[in-house]
Each structure stands twice: as structure tokens, then as C-alpha cells.
């Protein structure tokens, strides 16, 4: 007698869970336990790196909503960490404003801008929608400028930690566990977001603008909203790298930062929340690979001694590599990957052919 095997929702409620399987299940238990163990057995090395990965997934899934569901490419995306972070430097060093306001100032900061160059989506596509999110960067990046100089803060702002009372936030470990909060509150609100009409949505205009416009889906409002989310999480993960590093300068959000999360997408996987943070921990951990290699392997002083400019010509090998052989990104190395395990033993042959 045939029986059913695998796993069958039979309601709505079940079908919009988040963590549905056993499987799932596990792995999230898994996960947080190692995620929770991980600055007790880290060096402060490992703790930094981990929290550098935090900051870069935040950006990272914010970017990924606009460019690789809602089909929006962006260029400004440092323009707006800046913004995030020069409205903590300045309303710190101005009003002496504390993190409980900064944040929030920060997040309406991003919204504005999110607002203000969104609007040209209505209108541009494609290339002259980047180039017009570019503007950004240069506007926002000059501003600080300027107001560095005006201020006399020619070699940046410094900015004291966040406190909570008594309790000053200095601690890597403690920046650990903020920062991986903040991270999995990102990607929980983006995957809720994707779920529901405005995910389908963005994913409608992504796939055909026309279409979605014929069925009934108001684009401009949807492409607004798509620059408004991604632009408020940006900033927020700008004011977050401002307060983590204790200081902010125009110096840290060249445009090369803007490539860095654009190959995020692009490596990690465009279209996939799980190809945002693959995406994310590939291009943190990527430069000092290459910088333990160099130290490693045989090769002539000259390339050591020139470790930026090997560092850059690494990172455009790889982006075109994946471009290449593989531009569906790590999210589908990991696919075929967790697709032979799940059928493994089971080999796939191809079906005989019965001749009558």
C-alpha cells in the first residue's frame, strides 16, 4: 500500500512559519548554541571579525532587498552608511545627544534620503538609475567633509561609546551579542517583509515592470518603499559602525566600499537572504586570506609589500570568477551542496526506456 512521505503543511498559519521542519528546527538550536559559545572560545581577533561580519550582513541584506528582489540597482550604498554615521557624529558632538536618540535620528536620516533618491526610480532604469544612486555617495560624502573642516575635526570625530546607565558598552563581547541582535532582527524583518505583499511585490517589478503594473500593483509606491526600507537599514548599520569603532571619517566610505557590497549580492547570490550573509562573510573574510597567503607562500617581497593593491586585484579576479563560472553565487554552491545530502544514497539515473 503506497504511503506519503516528506513534509505536507495543511494550513496557511503552518505554511508562513519561519521554522517549519525538525531539520530547521535543529539547525537554529545548533546555531544559537555555537553562536552563543562563540565569544567564550574566540580570541579578540575572531570576536572582531565577527562583529565586522555583523555590520557587513546588516548592510548587506539591506542592499540585497532593493537590488536582488525589488530589481533597483544602487550605487550610493556607502553614501548612506555615512549618513547614518556623521548624524550620530554630529548630533553627539553637537547636542551631546545620546545612542537611544541617535539611532532613531539616524534611521529618519536614511528614510529622507531613502525618499529623495528614490524618486528618480519612478522615472530612470537601469544604468541611469545607478548612476543617479552614485550621486549620493559623492553628496552625502562631501557633506561630512565639509563639515569636518567647518568643525575643525580634520582627522575625524570621535565619538564615546553608547552607555545604559552606569554601563558603558566598550566590551567586544558585549558588541557581540548587540551586533548579532541587530543583525538577526535585520534578516527577520526582511524575510517577514518578503513573505507578504510587499516582498511579492518587489519581486513582480523585479521580474517584469509591465506586468506587475498590469496586474494591479502600484510601482512607484512599491520602488519608493523599496529605497525607504533599504535606505533606513543601511543607515542604521552606519550609526552602529560609527558607535563600534568610537570614530567617523569621510576616509571610511569611499566608493570602494560601495563595490564591496555590490559584490556581496553579486557573490553571495542575488534574489536570497541567505546569499546576503554568504555574500557578507566572503568579502569580510576575503582580505585577510589573501594577506595570510601572502605570508605563507613563496612570493616576491614586491607583492607583500604592496598588499592593498594586491588586495584590490584579488577582489575583482574573484567578482569576475563568480560572474563566470558560477553567477548564481555561493547560495547555489550551498544549494547542490545540501541537494546531495538530502538525496543521498539515492543515485540519479536517468529512466529506461520500454519499447513495446
Not at 27 to 45: K, Q, Y
Not at 75 to 94: M, N, P, R
Not at 282 to 303: C, H, N, Q, S
Amino acid at each position: 500500500m503506497p504511503f506519503a512521505s516528506g513534509y505536507f503543511r495543511t494550513s496557511y498559519a503552518r505554511d508562513m512559519r519561519l521554522v517549519d521542519t525538525r531539520a530547521q528546527v535543529a539547525s537554529l538550536a545548533l546555531f544559537l548554541l555555537a553562536a552563543a559559545a562563540f565569544p567564550l572560545l574566540a580570541s579578540s581577533f575572531l570576536l572582531d571579525l565577527a562583529n565586522q561580519f555583523f555590520l557587513a550582513a546588516i548592510g548587506a541584506v539591506a542592499l540585497m532587498l532593493l537590488t536582488g528582489y525589488a530589481g533597483l540597482i544602487s550605487l550610493g550604498h556607502a553614501g548612506l552608511l555615512a549618513a547614518g554615521a556623521f548624524t550620530v557624529g554630529i548630533l553627539f558632538k553637537e547636542v551631546a545627544a545620546p545612542f537611544w536618540i541617535t539611532l532613531p535620528a539616524a534611521a529618519v536620516a536614511g528614510a529622507l534620503l531613502g525618499v529623495i533618491f528614490g524618486l528618480p526610480s519612478l522615472r530612470l532604469r537601469g544604468l541611469y538609475l545607478a548612476v543617479s544612486t552614485l550621486a549620493l555617495h559623492f553628496v552625502v560624502v562631501y557633506l561630512g567633509g565639509e563639515y569636518e573642516t567647518k568643525r575643525g575635526f580634520s582627522t575625524g570625530i570621535v565619538i564615546d561609546p553608547p552607555t545604559l546607565g552606569d554601563f558603558v558598552v566598550t566590551d567586544p563581547h558585549v558588541w557581540y551579542f548587540v551586533l548579532l541582535v541587530a543583525a538577526a532582527g535585520t534578516v527577520w524583518l526582511s524575510l517577514n517583509l518578503l513573505r507578504g505583499k510587499t516582498g511579492r511585490a518587489w519581486r513582480a517589478i523585479r521580474d517584469h515592470e509591465t506586468v506587475a503594473e498590469a496586474l494591479g500593483i502600484n510601482v512607484p509606491a512599491h520602488k519608493l518603499a523599496a529605497f525607504v526600507v533599504s535606505s533606513t537599514l543601511t543607515a542604521v548599520a552606519g550609526a552602529l559602525f560609527a558607535y563600534y569603532r568610537g570614530f567617523v571619517s569621510v576616509e571610511a566610505f569611499s566608493l570602494f566600499l560601495s563595490i564591496q557590497y555590490v559584490a556581496m549580492v553579486i557573490i553571495g547570490g542575488m534574489g536570497s537572504i541567505l546569499g546576503a550573509l554568504l555574500g557578507a562573510a566572503f568579502v569580510t573574510l576575503f582580505p585577510y586570506v589573501i594577506e595570510y597567503l601572502l605570508g605563507v607562500l613563496p612570493v616576491p617581497a614586491a607583492f607583500t609589500n604592496q598588499m592593498f593593491a594586491v588586495n584590490y586585484a584579488a577582489f575583482g579576479l574573484a567578482m569576475a570568477l563568480f560572474l563566470v563560472f558560477e553567477p548564481g553565487g555561493l547560495v547555489a554552491i550551498w544549494r547542490r551542496l545540501r541537494n546531495w545530502f538530502v538525496l543521498w544514497p539515492f543515485k540519479q539515473r536517468p529512466l529506461a526506456v520500454t519499447r513495446r
